[in-house]
C-alpha cells in the first residue's frame, strides 16, 4: 500500500535539492560581513539534509518487505539507474556540444562517462541497490545465494580494479571506475537506518519535537559554517558534508516528522503521488532547466540575493515539475525521468 507520508518526505527531499544546486554559486559571492551571507548561510544549511532522505527512503520502501524478487529488483532499480546516468550524461554532454563548450572527440567520451556535476547520485544509488539484497538478507534472517556475493566480489573487487592496472593512464577507464567506487558505500547506512526509523512508531508530539530538533541544528550548524568561513576568509560549507553530524540529525528529525504523520487521511493523495513520482525526474532535468532560467535573464542577483534567490527557486521549482509530470504522460519519454 500506497504511504503518502513516504511520498511527502520525498517531495521535500526534492525540494531541498534544488534549494542547494539554485543557491550554490551565490553563496560563495556575498560579504561574509552581510546580513545575505547571514540568511544565505542559514538557508544553504538547513537543505543539507534533503539527500540523505532518498536513500533512506530507500531503507524504508525495500528493506521492510518480507522477500524481495532479485532477478526483478535487480533489472528495475541498479541496472535502470546505471542506464539512466549514462543516456542523461550523454544527453549533457550533446548539450555542452550545442553551446560550444565541448567538441566530438575524446574529451566528449569523457565527459559522457565522467557525467553532469550533479549525476554521482545515480551511480551512488545503484550501488547501494545492489547491495540491499545482503542488508535484506541479513535483517530478515534470509537466505541469500552466496553466487550473489561472488558476483559482487567479481564485478566491484577484481573486474573494475583490473580497469585501472593498465600501463599507461587511462583517464576514461579509471573515471568509468571511479562512477561506482566503494566510497558511495556508506549511503547505505542510511538506508539501514531509514529501515531501522521505519519499524518504529513514532509518538505524536514527534510531530513539533522533530520540527525543533532540525531548526536547532540548523542554527548550531550555520553558526559553525559562519565561524569557519570568517576563519578561512572566504564562504564554505564545512558542515555542508552528507555525512556530518548536523546533516545525519537534519535528515532523521525531517524522516521522523514524515513518518509521524502516518495514518493521516490525507486530501489529494494522487496528487502527492504523482509529484512523488516526478521528482526523479525533476533531478535529471533541473541543471537544464537552472541553465535555460539563466539564458533567458532569470539569474540571482547580488544587489537582493536572498529575494533573488527565494525567486528563482519557486520557479525553478514549478517548471520543473511541470516539466516532469508532463513528460511523465508521454510514453516515450516517462521510461527516462
Known amino acids: 500500500m500506497r504511504k503518502t507520508e513516504l511520498d511527502l518526505c520525498r517531495i521535500f527531499g526534492c525540494l531541498a535539492v534544488l534549494m542547494i544546486h539554485a543557491g550554490a554559486d551565490i553563496y560563495h559571492e556575498v560579504p561574509l560581513e552581510s546580513v545575505s551571507f547571514l540568511l544565505l548561510n542559514f ?30 529488483f535487480l533489472l528495475r532499480h541498479p541496472l535502470r539507474m546505471t542506464g539512466l546516468y549514462y543516456l542523461w550524461s550523454l544527453l549533457y554532454a550533446l548539450m555542452r556540444v550545442a553551446g560550444g563548450t565541448l567538441t566530438f572527440g575524446p574529451e566528449f567520451l569523457f565527459a559522457v562517462i565522467a557525467g553532469h556535476y550533479h549525476m554521482w547520485f545515480l551511480p551512488a544509488m545503484a550501488l547501494c541497490y545492489l547491495f540491499l539484497p545482503p542488508v535484506h538478507a541479513a535483517v530478515h534472517r534470509g537466505g541469500l545465494d552466496g553466487r550473489y556475493l561472488a558476483g559482487l566480489f567479481i564485478m566491484l573487487g577484481i573486474a573494475l580494479a583490473n580497469c585501472n592496472l593498465t600501463p599507461d593512464p587511462a583517464p576514461i577507464l579509471y573515471r568509468f571506475t571511479q562512477n561506482f567506487s566503494l566510497d558511495y558505500l556508506p549511503y547505505l547506512g542510511y538506508a539501514v537506518w531509514g529501515w531501522h526509523l521505519s519499524t518504529r512508531r513514532m509518538p505524536k508530539n514527534t510531530l513539533w519535537i522533530a520540527p525543533l530538533v532540525y531548526l536547532g541544528v540548523t542554527i548550531l550548524a550555520a553558526r559553525g559554517n559562519r565561524w569557519y568561513s570568517a576563519y578561512r576568509g572566504a564562504a564554505d560549507g564545512w558542515l555542508f558534508s552528507y555525512f556530518s553530524v548536523p546533516s545525519f540529525v537534519q535528515a532523521t528529525a525531517a524522516f521522523c516528522f514524515f513518518l509521524a504523520l502516518g495514518g493521516r487521511d490525507f486530501r489529494h493523495r494522487d496528487a502527492i503521488a504523482k509529484c512523488a513520482d516526478a521528482t ?15 539564458r533567458f535573464g532569470l539569474c540571482i542577483t547580488r544587489d537582493a540575493p536572498v529575494l533573488s534567490l527565494l525567486g528563482f527557486f519557486a520557479l525553478l521549482t514549478v517548471l520543473c515539475f511541470a516539466a516532469a509530470l508532463v513528460g511523465k504522460r508521454l510514453p516515450g519519454i516517462k521510461r527516462v525521468l
Open 43 to 72: 538557508i544553504s544549511t538547513a537543505v543539507r539534509g534533503g539527500v540523505p532522505l532518498f536513500f533512506m527512503l530507500t531503507g524504508a520502501l525495500f528493506l521492510t518487505r518480507p522477500a524481495l524478487d532479485l532477478r526483478r
Open 280 to 294: 526523479l525526474g525533476v533531478y535529471l532535468i533541473h541543471p537544464a532547466v537552472i541553465e535555460g532560467m539563466e
